[in-house]
């Protein structure tokens, strides 16, 4: 019975001894074999560069091999530097290539090892995408000893047609006239719809949209753009909504209260809601001391009327 319990002791002893040792180590991270940036877009005939990097790791790196895989209907490549490879015009026919180095000494870039350079350029369609896969990664250290790693993909697009709107309004608005310039890398021409309204022909991207004579209440507008022949999906059409409250404008101080009879007095007037296309009618009356009397009007003729950005106006007052 003795001999049981010492048994059990030194059972019980020798699993905590393991348990203690296990969470007391700590698992160093493997190496990343990753490319130099991660998601890109280009346009079409574009070249770009990306480098095949490994994470420093604890040991020296003595010699890598792998494949590196794309798609030969998006990307070609055009030149590699740094590791021997695979011929490159059968690269492009199959969509991949098979690259391998040995050295000692390797390029460092941002605590990485710099494996390899990879010249592309952009052959596919427009909102075409290719995945940059690293298959059949090997690693070796200095001392010929099998290296472990982690690797990390990138992606490569080719420009889609997105519209941008820029000045398009926001939020609440009091005034009734809006004007937005549609932008977009690429983009040519553009065609927009107004409050569910069929969308318009399509229109040159150097010409703004120009909206007058909106009704009060909520407003949107969805916007497609146009790259060669190729328009923005409406499932993805870029949208700006706002709100139009147009409040009586008044006026709120007039500076000098009286006017001379001998006329030019400069009067300035303060207000609320100066809103676009609205104007300060001053009638002078010749009463003691020239009283001055205002009337605030809005007359919404845009194409005759310039658009007031101002939060006083001065008018010369002439005698009559």
Known sequence: MKILRSLISVRVYAVFIGVFIMSSTVWAEL???MFSFEDQEFDIGNTFEVEVR????????????????FDKQVLKIIAIDGGMHGNLPDANTIGSVNIAQFSS?????????????????VIGDYCSVSELTLSQVTLYDTHIKHMDSDTENSGISVICPRAKLNGAPQ??????????????????????????LPYS????IDTPISLYNLSEGAHCIH??????????????????????????????KISPV???ENGHTTVDIQGMHFHSDCR????MLKLKRSALLTQTLCAFHPDTFPKLLMSYLKILMKKK
């Open 31 to 33: 190496p990343l074999m």
């Open 54 to 69: 490994l994470r420093k790791a604890d040991k020296e790196l003595g010699s890598f091999s792998f494949t590196l895989l």
């Open 105 to 121: 000494q390797w390029p460092i870039i941002d605590s990485c090892w710099v494996l390899s350079k990879i010249t592309f350029q």
């Open 171 to 196: 939020g609440t608005i009091h005034d009734n006239y809006a004007q937005m310039q549609v932008t977009g890398t690429g983009l040519t021409h553009y065609k927009y719809s107004l409050d569910s």
């Open 201 to 204: 022909d399509e229109i040159s």
């Open 223 to 252: 916007v497609l753009g146009k790259i060669a022949s190729v328009w923005q999906t409406k499932q993805e059409a870029t949208k700006a909504c706002w709100y139009i409250f147009m409040p009586r404008p008044y006026v709120q």
């Open 258 to 260: 009286y006017g001379s």
């Open 280 to 283: 300060v009618f001053l009638v």
